[in-house]
Each structure stands twice: as C-alpha cells, then as structure tokens.
C-alpha cells in the first residue's frame, strides 16, 4: 500500500470523527440536518476511496448508497417532515455542551486504547479504521442518549450507523457488505417512516421525548 | 436450486408472506395462516431424518434443528390461537381487515427471518435475519395504534436497533479476528469454517467482539439492565405477538450468541464467556423476580417473568458442562412451550373482561373455568413447582450450580423463590375469590394452550429416552 492512500484514508477517517464531535453541539434541528448530511458525504468518500485502494469495485455500490440515500434522501426527507409535522427547531439537551464534549473525548481516547491495543496484529490501515470507527459510533451512542428530541435521536442514530458501515468497509474484503449496508438502510427508512406514520406529533403533540416517559414504569 | 425440507422451512413462510400480504377476507387468511405453518412444522421435522449437506451460507446441525422445530412447532400452536384471537379483536374493531392483512403477512415474514437466524451458517446473514425479525415485531407491536402501543414500538425500535449495531460491529470484529487465519472473503464468515480455525485466531480481538455481540444480542434475550423494551413490547401488541416473542424471538437471539460462545471456547487464549453470561444471568433474575411485585398489568408481569427465566437459561448455558447445559436447552424448551400457553390464556382472559390491570380481573376458576384453571396450571408451571416440566429443569441448573459454586447457587435458588412468590401472590387474586370484570363466555381455542400444558406436565413426569439421549448429545455440543 502506497502512503497516500493510508493518508488520505486516514485523513477521512479522521474527518468523520471531527463531525461527529459537530453534531454533538448543534442546538438547531437544521443544522443538525446539515451536519449529519456533510457526515454521510465524507462516508461516502471515504467508502469510495476504500473501494479504490482495496480493487473492490462492489464497494461503489455502498458508497453510492451513503451518498444517495444518507447524503440526500434522508435529509431532505427530515428537513420537509419537520416544516410537515411542526416539530420544536430547537434541541434540548439532557445534560450541557461542555460536558457532553468532554464526555465524547473521553470516548474518543477510550476506543483509541482499545482498539489499537487489541488490534496490533492487522495491518495499519484497518487498525486505524476501526479504532476511529468504534469512535464514531460511541459518539453515536453519546448522542443518543443526551439528547430528549426525536429526530435528534435518529440522527444520532443514523451516525452511528455511519461508523459501522467505514468499520465494515476497512474490514479488507469482508463479504456480504453491500447487502449488510442496504439492509441498515431499510432499518433507517423505517425508523425514518416510522417518526412519520406513527404521526409522533399527532400522537403526543411533541416530539419531545420527555412526553413520551409518562409511559415508563407502569400504566396508570 | 433443489427442493428440499430446507428450502422449504424458508420458502414456506416466504410465500405465504406474498399471498396473505394481498388476499382477502379474515376466514381464509386465517386458514392459509394455519396450513402455512403446519408445512413449515412439517418440513422442520424431517430435518430430524434427511440433514441437507452444508453449505457456505446455510447450515443443519444437531443444535438448531432443534431450535427450528421449536420454534415452527410454537409457530404452528400460535398460529392456531392466534386465528381465534384475531377473530374477536375484529369483532370488537380493534382491528381493521387491512391491518389484520397486514398482521398475518408479518407473522409470516416474521416466522421466515426466524426460520432464517436459526439456520444461517454465515454470521453475516445471521444478523440480517435477526435485524428483519426486530423489525416485524415492531411493527406489530404497533399494531394497534393506540398511544401506548406507538410509544412502546418506538422504544423497542431505539432500544433494538442499538442492539442490533452493536452486535454488527461484533460481527465486524470476529471477521478481522478471522482474517489472518482463514484468509480474506466469504470463508472468513462461515461459522463452519470459524469453528474449525478459531484455534489460530487474535484472542484479544475475539474477546471484544464478544462483548460487543453480548451487548448487543443480549438486548434482545432481553438479559437485565438491557431489558428496558421487553415489557412495554409484550404489553402493547397483538397477545399472540407476546406468545413468539417470548417463546421464540429471545431463544433465537439467545442462539446467535450460543453459536459465538462455541468459536470463544475453541481458542485457548480468549476470555471464559461463562462468567459474563452467568453474571447477567443472575443479575436478570434477581431484578426480574423482584419486579414482579408491583405489576398492575397482566401481560407486563408475565413479560418480567420472561426476564426472569431467560435469565436462569443464560446462567444454565453461562455455567456450562453437559449437566448445566443440558437443563438450559430442557429449561428453554419448557419455558417457551409454557410461556406461549400462558400468553395464549391470557389474551383469551384480556379479550372477555376488556381490560389488562390485574385488578380489574378477578374469580376467573368461577366465570371463566376453563381459562381460569389452565391459567392456574401455566403458573404453577412456570413458577417451578414439582411435578411439572420446569421443576425438573431448574432441579438441575440448581443441583448442578451447588456441585460447582454453592455461592452462585444460595443466589440463584433466592431469585427462584422470590419469582414464585411473587407470581402465586397476583394470580391467587386473578383467580380466585370475588368475580370482578365482565363475565361473557369465552369465544377461545383451549386447544393451543392445553396441548403444551399436556406436554410439560409429561415432560416433568417423564422423558422419553430418544429425548434424553438427543438433548444430552446436543449439551455436549454446547461445550
């Protein structure tokens, strides 16, 4: 493996982990949107530079469906169904900005150990990816849990998955990719469709997630 | 492609999927649900005779067969049951003949992933059939469109879909762990091939993967404190939902994780598995049997104590040997055949007296005897009391944990008290005493829930050798 294709690899490797840190302090739904969308493109880069360098031509096909269907569809789709279902633009957060963020760099550090400890055995390229995969989708994960806002939830969901999805692909050859990515992109367009048809906002009049905790424990 | 019996487990379902997705009228659907499972039993159990070679994506061995004819077999009685259920929630407008279309095409998509998990010999496919099957209860869970039914699918649905991520970056793990030894491509995802190989494989990249996959199959056993959907999902979709969910859908993700415990205990190098499922084995049960003291919702408790015994089976498989081993698969057997007719009642039970809070039923042996006492039965049963099924197998996850770690055991047989007590303290009221809720008969089919509740009683006073021996056959498999 020639070094500029390590580099650049790990350039956007890295980028993805970057603008997982700029959701996490996004306080307006758009934006949010925005960032999440800029976060599928570098997927979709970074995917198609793995399908160059590996000779692996059926990974254009999962590149293809980051950049279309997480780049354009998926934001779009949310963007109109907020204007739709005149969801708060506002996101709450459970805990604050600065906490969150030193939360999310203590989870960048922890997979960064783990995962390049445990991983020394394989070749650089796939060590790094995973380790700033697993990254990704900690964060992912740290998103989900400090924010009470739906939508936010599903993108933070949604980045999470970006990080199996570059884990997967740095996986050198791994089978069954493709089919693996299109299958977690009908998961999204269910969860997607799913904030639409069960008509959240109809239904619990926000889609605050604190609305919804009435529920926990026991009914009545 | 040649047809054969496992072909047919899949295609069966697939296609029956197709056609109730666009046939009308609920008689015949209801029928063609029934006829549909009833082939998929039927080709199940001739794997028992005919095994079809294996191949690098699909697998028969001697431990899932005997997973895909418990689970086509609880398919086949849930079916049955659920044509009278579905019958009255029409009746009654819950549901609509569109949505009862839809029900009926899930169920069998639903059956298909399942059939599909069980049988997949690539750890990739496993997981897109685990990922459909989360998908079709959710679904179904939210079937009915109510405020607390919208709200439960969507937490299954966060809940679930973390799982199933962790569990792929898991999957993702154990392929690079793979690699080196087997070499690049689709051999380095043939469970198959991994267990042959797994000798030579990275420990310490095996051993993360198994948390990951533990984390993320173990949301969906449902293992404490990563339960959080499990009751809500029982209590608000379809009864007959509740019964495959409990009986089948946690034995299944509970399998995925059996299958990569195996690959662990190749490699001499990688970390015991055992203790990190007996732990949250313990732990389920504990949190479980405790839970189940405040419950106001009939189907939210019997959902707790799935907890509970999904729990006790991780420990039985945790703690490992042919004895231990062998009382988790025969506990997990008696668990889903009891569970099922448990749920299968007590959708009979929420359908007459239109409620589900526990306080609101009551004198069930005097209105209703029929449900009443076979609801009686299906608790004495799960809660472990002698002569039946379950007694047996917890006898011997207890007598085997006291040979090995008394301590485990104190903490087990504590949990296992505190569940009966709890369980015996609802139902007396459920069904003795006062008559409380509507009284109208009951339109049911006993035939379901009588037929497990025989065949745990039998079981529990005797097991036939055949049974024995195969069960001893597969524990050993287990490691």
């Known amino acids: 493996m020639s070094r500029i294709d390590f580099d650049v690899a790990h350039l956007l490797a890295g980028t993805l982990v970057l603008i997982s840190f700029l959701e996490l302090y996004q306080d307006r739904l758009y934006s949010l949107l925005n960032v999440y969308a800029l976060h599928a493109l570098v997927l979709a880069a970074s995917v198609a530079w793995q399908a160059l360098i590996q000779d692996a031509p059926h990974l254009y096909v999962t590149a293809g469906i980051a950049l279309v269907f997480k780049a354009i569809v998926i934001p779009v789709t949310l963007h109109r169904m907020i204007i739709k279902l005149g969801i708060h633009r506002e996101i709450e957060k459970v805990v604050g900005v600065g906490f969150t963020m030193l939360a999310g760099m203590g989870l960048v550090a922890l997979s960064m150990v783990v995962m390049l400890r445990v991983t020394h055995n394989a070749d650089p390229l796939a060590q790094e990816d995973l380790a700033f995969a697993l990254a990704v989708v900690l964060l992912g994960l740290l998103m989900m849990v400090t924010r009470q806002n739906a939508v936010s939830q599903v993108i933070g969901f949604m980045s999470l998955e970006n990080g199996l999805v570059l884990a997967a692909t740095g996986a050198k050859g791994m089978p069954l990719v493709v089919e693996i990515s299109v299958a977690f992109s009908v998961l999204i367009a269910f969860i997607v469709i799913g904030i639409f048809l069960f008509r959240i906002r109809e239904r619990f009049d926000t889609v605050d997630l604190q609305a919804l905790d009435q529920f926990r424990g026991e009914r009545r | ?479």
Not at chain 2, 108 to 133: D, H, R, S, T
Request: with cysteine; proline share 5%.
């Open chain 2, 1 to 479: 492609m040649r047809v054969d019996a496992l072909t047919g487990v899949l295609l069966i379902p697939a296609i029956a999927a197709a056609l109730l997705a666009v046939l009308p009228g609920y008689r015949m659907t209801a029928r063609l649900n029934v006829v549909a499972t009833t082939a998929t039993l039927l080709c199940a159990v001739s794997l028992f005779f005919r095994r079809p070679p294996t191949g690098s994506y699909l697998l028969v061995d001697d431990l899932n067969v005997t997973f895909i004819v418990l689970t086509t077999f609880v398919g086949f009685t849930t079916s049955v049951f659920s044509a009278s259920y579905i019958a009255h929630e029409l009746e009654t407008g819950r549901l609509t003949p569109s949505s009862v279309r839809f029900y009926h095409a899930m169920y069998q998509v639903l059956m298909f992933a399942m059939n599909l998990a069980l049988i997949a010999n690539n750890i990739g496919l496993m997981w897109v059939a685990i990922e459909m099957a989360t998908l079709t209860t959710v679904l179904m869970v939210g079937i009915y469109r109510t405020h607390e039914a919208l709200e439960a699918a969507w937490k299954y649905f966060i809940l679930g879909s973390v799982g199933i991520a962790l569990a792929l970056f898991g999957t993702i793990l154990i392929y690079m762990a793979a690699r080196p030894a087997v070499g690049e491509g689709l051999d380095a995802m043939v469970w198959t091939v991994l267990v042959k190989r797994a000798g030579g494989f990275d420990p310490a990249l095996l051993n993360l993967a198994f948390v990951f996959l533990l984390l993320g199959y173990g949301t969906k056993v449902g293992l404490a404190p990563l339960h959080a959907w499990l009751p809500d999902a029982h209590a608000e979709g379809p009864t007959p939902i509740s019964a495959v969910l409990s009986g089948l859908l946690l034995n299944v993700a509970l399998y995925a994780l059996l299958r990569f415990k195996m690959l662990l205990a190749v490699n001499a190098g990688a970390l015991a598995p055992g203790p990190l499922m007996v732990t949250l084995g313990l732990i389920s049960l504990v949190f479980a049997a405790f839970m189940l003291y405040r419950r106001r919702d009939i189907k939210r408790m019997f959902a707790y104590s799935s907890i509970e015994h999904m729990g006790i089976i991780t420990f039985a498989f945790g703690m490992g040997g042919p004895i231990a081993n062998f009382a988790g698969l025969l506990h997990m057997t008696m668990h889903s055949l009891t569970k099922s007719a448990i749920f299968f009642a007590v959708g009979h039970v929420t359908q007459v007296k239109g409620t589900q809070r526990i306080a609101d039923i009551g004198g069930l042996t005097e209105t209703h005897p029929a449900l009443g006492w076979g609801l009686i039965l299906g608790v004495v049963a799960i809660a472990g009391l002698p002569p039946l099924g379950i007694f047996m197998s917890e006898f011997l996850v207890v007598s085997s944990t006291f040979a090995r770690a008394p301590a485990l055991a104190i903490i087990l047989v504590f949990g296992l008290l505190v569940g009966l007590a709890g369980l015996f303290l609802r139902i007396n009221s459920i069904a003795f005493g006062e008559p409380r809720g509507p009284s109208a008969k009951a339109k049911a089919s006993y035939v379901p829930m009588f037929a497990h509740l025989a065949i745990v009683f039998a079981a529990g006073i005797y097991m036939p050798p055949a049974l024995v021996v195969w069960f001893q056959n597969v524990a050993g498999l287990l490691g």
